[in-house]
């Protein structure tokens, strides 16, 4: 069935140094792949998305990249700051509106 | 995310008894989604619908019912079949096939004694 596995589970960087999650897909037919951050305890947030037409998004600190051909995409956060501590969520879905596959989550902690 | 509401926070019930979750937006989204998290874990989708009266099963179904009888209503039945219903139970909703985000409530904390 579909399947997306994310790695490492946890992470730990050292303030202002670079953080990188990777995730893979197992369904081809995936075309919308988001990011949430999820602090203790509240609901996930979306913090960036990509599609599959574009191989990669940036939005300020963080940037996503994607190779749909080797099914895998991956987040990028530079400059980390201890704010950004949290669980961090991959997810496919073939469209934003059908069901989404969420990645198990990484565990980020920035170290001050 | 504040259009989703979700209640009541936390929700305590015995063994045995069934429970309903409760999950309504505002916004106008046309789809509306259950998910599980539990300690440690990502989101297992429960149910979800894209249309008013009609809904469909997601990776862990069983032991759990929902209704879909008004637009911005969602509400989600934990069944005594459920045999671990004890964890924390999320909402989502979407606009439809034109739009991006998934918006989450902030979620009930169910626990079974």
């Known amino acids: 069935g579909e399947n997306v596995e994310q790695h490492p589970s946890t992470l730990s960087v050292q303030e202002g140094d670079s953080a990188v999650i990777k995730c893979t897909y197992s369904?081809?037919?995936?075309?919308?792949f988001p990011w949430y951050k999820q602090e203790l305890g509240k609901r996930p947030q979306l913090i960036i998305d990509i599609r599959s037409n574009v191989g990669e998004k940036k939005d300020q600190r963080i940037a996503v990249t994607l190779n749909k051909t080797a099914k895998h995409f991956s987040l990028h956060i530079t400059e980390t700051q201890p704010e950004d501590s949290a669980v961090y969520f991959c997810?496919?879905?073939?469209?934003?509106?059908?069901?989404?596959?969420f990645g198990p989550g990484t565990s980020l902690s920035v170290i001050p | 995310d504040g259009g989703i509401t979700q209640s009541p926070k936390y929700l305590f019930r015995k063994e045995g008894q069934n429970v309903t979750l409760s999950c309504e937006q505002n916004?106008?989204?046309?789809?509306m989604y259950w998910y599980r998290q539990d300690p440690g874990q990502g989101l297992r989708l429960i149910y979800y619908?894209?249309?008013?009266?009609?809904?469909q099963k997601g990776d862990i179904a069983e032991g759990y019912s929902v209704s879909r009888e008004k637009k911005e209503s969602f509400p989600l039945t934990v069944t005594s079949a459920q045999k671990n219903p004890t964890a924390f139970y999320l909402c989502?909703?979407?606009?439809?096939?034109?739009?991006?985000?998934?918006?989450f409530g902030p979620g009930t904390r169910l626990t079974v004694l």
């Open positions: 997810a496919a879905s073939k469209t934003s509106y059908d069901k989404v596959i």
């Open positions: 369904d081809s037919a995936s075309n919308y």
């Open positions: 619908s894209q249309i008013v009266n009609d809904f």
């Open positions: 916004l106008n989204h046309d789809a």
């Open positions: 989502a909703s979407n606009g439809g096939p034109s739009t991006d985000t998934q918006y």
